[in-house]
């Protein structure tokens, strides 16, 4: 399996129905072990940071047998234009 940067945003979007995700690939040589993620979905309205962590990582289960690193911010849309605002 192939993991990019792209692949993981176009999963996180159709899968989670995230409205916004950043993914960026944070491995050196961009060989794509290493990734840093910007979820933002209104399925955390009310969930605390585990459970949010929890639901990508079920949603990247797969990928994340190859996966080195992955960092992950998970924020609601109401948190996401507070943050913007800053």
């Known amino acids: 399996m192939s993991i990019t940067a792209e692949s993981l945003r176009n ?36 969930k605390p940071l585990l459970q949010r962590h929890r639901m990508v990582n079920t949603c990247l289960a797969e990928e994340l047998k190859e996966i080195h690193a992955f960092e992950q911010k998970t924020l609601t849309p109401e948190q996401w234009e507070k943050q913007k605002a800053e």
């Open 11 to 46: 999963k996180l979007t159709a899968e989670m129905g995230a409205v916004h995700v950043e993914v960026e690939d944070t491995t050196t040589d961009h060989c794509s072990t290493s990734f840093k993620v910007l979820i933002v979905c209104p399925q955390f309205e009310g």
